[in-house]
C-alpha cells in the first residue's frame, strides 16, 4: 500500500472522526441546550478530527523513515546474507539491486548473486508494511476513540483547536529558523575544512586571488588565496557604485511620492516602481552585459582611453545602482509616512516650504529607518549574483578604476562551484568558505538594520 | 440665514477680515459664507460643537488648508487690508505672519533650542549666534517656559511633559514674531493644570499678538476671549463681545449650546 493511499485513508478516517464527533455534539446540544455548549458542534468534530488525523500522519512520517532500516536489518539477519562481501561498493549494489526487484521497481538483477536477496527482502518488506499500516490504522482509531469519549457539553473543544492552531502555526515559522541555522552548519563544517588546508590569514588578508583547481589538493599555494580582491570587488561594486545611483535615487523618489506626487500619480508611480523589486535579476543582469558595458566602454574610447575593459564594474554597480533603488525608496517611504503628520504641518505653519520641511524636519526625523533601509540594500547588493555574474569579469584585480574588470564574492563563488576542481579541492572548498564571510556580513547588516529600525519604532508609539 | 452680530460690537481695527468665505472638502460644504472681523488687540475664540467647521475655518487663516488636496475655498481673506488667497500672495510669508499652535503639542525631534530657533533660522530673522540665542531666550519667556529650561536647552523636545510641550510650540510660534496666532484646541491634550497655564499665558500675550482660538470648552472661551463666535453645522451663527454672547445670546441655538442643550 502506497504513502498516497495510507494519507488518503488518514484524511477519510479524520472526516469519518469529524461527522461522528459532530453528530455527537448536535446530540448534546438538543438535550442540553445551546447555553450549556462550550463550543459549536463542528468545533468538537475537528477534535476529534486532529486526534485522528496528526497522530497517523506523525506515524506514517516516522515509519517511512524507520521503516527501511528494520526492513534491511532483517535482509542482513537472514541466512541468505552472510554471503555478502563484507564492506564496500559490490555489497551496497547488490542490496539495492534486490530491494529494487522485491518493490517491483526493477525488472531483473544484474548481479546473479543478488537474486538471494530477493526473497528475504519481499518477505521483510511484506511484513513490515503490513506492522506499519496495522500501527497507523490502530493509532488513528485509538485517537478517535479517546477524543470522542471526551467531548462533554461542556468540553471546550473550541480553545483545544486554537491551541493546535497556534502549535502549526508555530511549526510553520520554525521551518524558516531551522533552515537557516541548516544552511549556517553546512557552511560551517566546509568552512573549517578549507581552513585546514588554507591557512585563514592567508585567506582574509592576502592581496592575490588565483585557485587553481588543477594544482594538486595536498599542499594548496595559500598565496593564491587572499580574498581581498574579492571583498574589495563587491564593496565597490556593491556597496559603493550600486549605492551612489541607489542612494540619492530612491530617497528623492521617496521623497517625491510621499510628499509632492498627488494621490492619482502616485497610485501609478508606486506600483511601476515596485515592478522594478520583481524584474528577476537575470534580465536586469542581460541589461548589464549586453546595454551598459559596452555603452561604458564605448565613452571610455571616445574620452581617449586606450584599451578599456568590456566587463567593467561600473557597469555591474550601476545596473545593480537600479534594482535597488526599489528597496531604498520604499523603506525610505515607509519611515518618512511615519514621522507625524503633525510634525509637517508644525513645520508648514512656521513658514517653512516643503523642502525645507523635508530637509530639515522630515528626512532628520525619519533618518534611521532611512538608515535601515539602506543596509538592507546593502546587505541584498553584495549577496547579488545573477548582475555581476554576467557584467562584471572572474578577474580579480584590486583596483579604485571604475572601469577596471572586478570580481565579487558571489562570482567567485559560482565560478569555484561550477568549475572541474574535485569537491574535496581547496579551491572547491573556497567556495564555501567565501559564503560563509558573505553570510556573516550580510546577517551582520540585516542585525543592525533592524534594530536601528526597531528604536525607531520605539520612538513613535 | 444671517450671522448674527451684537449691534454693540464697535471694533474699528481689524487685523483679519473674512469676507463671504466658503470651503469645500470636494463637493462637501464645510463652511458656508462667513463673514468675521478680526481684531488686532483681542482674543477671539471660536466655539461650537465638534464637526462645526471652526477647525477648518481656523485652518483657512492662514492657508494650511492648502496641505489638503481636497480643500477649496471661495470669497477673500484679508489680512491688513490684502487678500491672502491671491495668486501672487507668498504663502510662506503668510505663515510667518499668522502662527499656529495645534491641538496636540507637536515639537520637532530636536533640542528645545532648536525647536524655537527653527523659524528664525528658515526666516534669516538671526544674525548670529548671540542674536537667535536672544530671540530663543525671549520666545521661551514670553512663553513662560525660560525658567523650567533654561538649564537643558540641548535636551529634546519631545522630553518635556505635554504642558511643557504645548508652551514650547507656542515659544516656536512666537519666536518668529507673527501679528497673529491661531490656536486649534491648544489644551485639549493638556490636563487642568497645564491648561490653566497656557490660558494665563494667553492672557499675558494678549494685546501683542492678534489670537484667535479655538475651544471645546465653553469656559475657557469665556475665561481667555474677548470676542467670541460660535458656529454651528459650517455656519457662523453669532459673533460679539464674549461677555455679551455667554449672558445675552441673541440666537436660540446659541442659548441652547451655551446653556449646554446640546454639543
Keep these: ?461 | 440665514m444671517v450671522t448674527v452680530i451684537h449691534p454693540n460690537l464697535d471694533d474699528t481695527e481689524a487685523k483679519m477680515s473674512a469676507r463671504d468665505v466658503s470651503v469645500f472638502y470636494g463637493d462637501k460644504l464645510a463652511i458656508d459664507n462667513v463673514s468675521i472681523e478680526i481684531p488686532t488687540k483681542y482674543v477671539t475664540a471660536f466655539i461650537g460643537p465638534s464637526g462645526c467647521g471652526k477647525s477648518t475655518f481656523l485652518r483657512t487663516l492662514n492657508r494650511m488648508n492648502d496641505t489638503i488636496p481636497s480643500a477649496r475655498v471661495e470669497g477673500e481673506i484679508l489680512l491688513d487690508g490684502e487678500d491672502i488667497y491671491r495668486s501672487k500672495m507668498d504663502v510662506v510669508q503668510l505663515r510667518a505672519r499668522v502662527g499656529m499652535v495645534f491641538q496636540k503639542p507637536n515639537p520637532f525631534p530636536k533640542s528645545i533650542y532648536e525647536n524655537i530657533a527653527y523659524g528664525p533660522r528658515i526666516h534669516g530673522l538671526a544674525e548670529g549666534k548671540q542674536e537667535l540665542d536672544a530671540i530663543v531666550e525671549t520666545s521661551l519667556q514670553r512663553a513662560g517656559l525660560w525658567n523650567e529650561v533654561k538649564d537643558r536647552l540641548e535636551d529634546s523636545g519631545t522630553a518635556l511633559s505635554g504642558g511643557q510641550q504645548q508652551r514650547l510650540c507656542i515659544a516656536r510660534a512666537i519666536a518668529v514674531d507673527p501679528e497673529v496666532i491661531l490656536m486649534d484646541e491648544p489644551c485639549s491634550a493638556l490636563d487642568p493644570i497645564a491648561t490653566a497655564k497656557i490660558e494665563e499665558l494667553i492672557d499675558e500675550l494678549n494685546g501683542r499678538y492678534a489670537i484667535v482660538i479655538v475651544t471645546h470648552s465653553m469656559q475657557q472661551a469665556a475665561r481667555v476671549s474677548q470676542r467670541t463666535a460660535f458656529f454651528h453645522l459650517g455656519k457662523m451663527v453669532e459673533y460679539g463681545r464674549t461677555s455679551d454672547i455667554f449672558t445675552n445670546p441673541l440666537e436660540e441655538r446659541t442659548k441652547d449650546y451655551i446653556t449646554g442643550r446640546y454639543g
Excluded: C
Excluded at chain 1, 486554537?162 to 552548519?185: D, K, N, Y
Excluded at chain 1, 532611512?370 to 580579480?396: C, Y
Design chain 1, 1 to 461: 500500500m502506497s504513502l498516497t493511499i495510507l494519507l488518503l485513508l488518514a484524511l477519510g478516517l479524520g472526516l469519518a472522526g469529524w461527522l461522528a464527533a459532530r453528530s455527537r455534539a448536535w446530540a448534546f446540544r438538543r438535550t442540553s441546550g445551546a447555553s450549556a455548549m462550550a463550543a459549536l458542534p463542528s468545533y468538537h468534530g475537528w477534535y476529534v478530527a486532529l486526534w485522528i488525523v496528526v497522530p497517523m500522519v506523525l506515524f506514517i512520517a516516522l515509519w517511512s523513515v524507520v521503516g527501511p532500516h528494520l526492513v534491511s536489518q532483517h535482509v542482513l539477519a537472514s541466512p541468505a546474507a552472510a554471503d555478502l562481501p563484507a564492506f564496500g561498493f559490490k555489497r551496497e549494489s547488490m542490496l539495492a539491486e534486490a530491494r529494487a526487484v522485491a518493490m517491483g521497481t526493477a525488472p531483473g538483477v544484474f548481479n546473479e548473486e543478488a537474486r538471494a536477496l530477493i526473497e528475504p527482502y519481499r518477505e521483510a518488506i511484506g511484513r513490515y508494511q503490513f506492522i506499519g499500516i496495522a500501527a497507523v490504522l490502530v493509532l488513528g482509531f485509538l485517537g478517535g476513540v479517546w477524543a470522542f469519549l471526551r467531548i462533554k457539553p461542556d468540553f471546550t473543544a473550541r480553545t483545544r483547536v486554537e491551541r493546535t492552531i497556534m502549535v502549526v502555526l508555530l511549526l510553520a515559522s520554525l521551518v524558516a529558523i531551522l533552515t537557516t541555522l541548516g544552511i549556517f552548519v553546512s557552511l560551517v563544517f566546509e568552512t573549517i575544512r578549507f581552513f585546514g588546508m588554507v591557512n585563514p590569514i592567508d585567506f582574509l588578508f592576502g592581496t592575490h586571488w588565483g585557485p587553481d583547481p588543477m594544482s594538486s589538493a595536498v599542499n594548496p599555494d595559500a598565496s593564491r588565496y587572499g580574498a581581498i580582491p574579492l571583498f574589495w570587488g563587491t564593496i565597490y561594486i556593491g556597496a559603493i557604485i550600486a549605492m551612489v545611483v541607489a542612494i540619492p535615487l530612491g530617497l528623492m523618489s521617496a521623497i517625491y511620492l510621499t510628499q509632492y506626487a498627488k494621490p492619482s500619480l502616485r497610485a501609478w508611480v508606486k506600483p511601476a516602481l515596485e515592478i522594478l523589486a520583481g524584474v528577476p535579476t537575470v534580465v536586469y543582469g542581460y541589461f548589464a552585459a549586453l546595454t551598459v558595458a559596452p555603452a561604458i566602454r564605448d565613452l571610455a574610447l571616445a574620452a581617449g582611453m586606450s584599451n578599456p575593459s568590456s566587463e567593467s564594474a561600473l557597469a555591474a554597480g550601476l545596473v545593480m545602482g537600479v534594482m535597488i533603488i526599489p528597496f531604498v525608496s520604499s523603506m525610505a517611504d515607509d519611515s518618512i509616512a511615519a514621522v507625524p503628520q503633525a510634525m509637517r504641518d508644525g513645520s508648514l505653519a512656521m513658514g517653512a516650504t516643503t523642502s525645507e520641511t523635508i530637509r530639515r524636519v522630515l528626512v532628520p526625523a525619519a533618518l534611521p529607518g532611512i538608515v535601515a533601509g539602506v543596509m538592507l540594500a546593502i546587505s541584498r547588493a553584495i549577496g547579488e549574483t545573477m548582475i555581476v555574474v554576467m557584467a562584471a569579469s572572474t578577474a580579480a584585480n584590486l583596483s579604485a578604476n571604475p572601469l577596471e574588470a572586478m570580481t565579487t564574492v558571489t562570482v567567485q563563488i559560482v565560478a569555484m562551484l561550477t568549475g572541474e576542481g574535485s569537491f574535496d579541492h581547496p579551491a572547491t572548498l573556497s567556495a564555501f568558505a567565501l559564503g560563509f564571510v558573505l553570510f556573516l556580513v550580510t546577517l551582520g547588516l540585516n542585525f543592525i538594520a533592524l534594530r536601528v529600525v526597531k528604536r525607531f519604532r520605539e520612538a513613535y508609539e
